[in-house]
């Protein structure tokens, strides 16, 4: 089994920062793409930015330049540092893994997902 923790997100004004960590644990062979999504009612979820195990970062259109995804491979650990924060950036954020299982299932693909963190950006 692979567990997500989240954690930060909260409340902050237009303008403002937050920062959002994720660590992964488990049976984790390795990792591939760490990444976080995002969610809004009535609306499906989207990317909002990934890394790779080489540390090709990849981002919304929607978040370039204010926002900065990090990971830490030897932790199992990604970040989202959110800068400049809209109020449209408000939406349950979702940390997103994908790679390969240890031990009695070594080899085994695996995607998980955390429970999500709330992000709520005033005017």
């Known amino acids: 089994q692979v567990q997500l923790a989240e954690s930060g997100g909260g409340w902050a004004q237009a303008g403002g920062a937050l920062r959002l960590s994720c660590a992964a644990s488990g049976t984790i062979f390795r990792i591939n793409v760490m990444g976080w999504y995002r969610q809004v009612p009535e609306k499906e979820r989207e990317l909002v930015a990934t890394i790779t195990y080489d540390g090709t970062t990849n981002y919304a259109d929607t978040v370039k330049g204010r926002f900065t995804i990090s990971r830490d491979g030897a932790k199992n650990t990604v970040d989202l540092q959110m800068n400049s924060l809209k109020p449209e950036d408000t939406a349950v954020y979702y940390c997103?893994?994908?790679?390969?299982?240890?031990?009695?299932?070594?080899?085994?693909?695996?995607?998980?997902w955390g429970t999500g963190t709330q992000v709520t950006v005033s005017s």
């Open positions: 997103n893994v994908d790679g390969y299982k240890s031990g009695v299932n070594q080899g085994q693909p695996f995607n998980s």
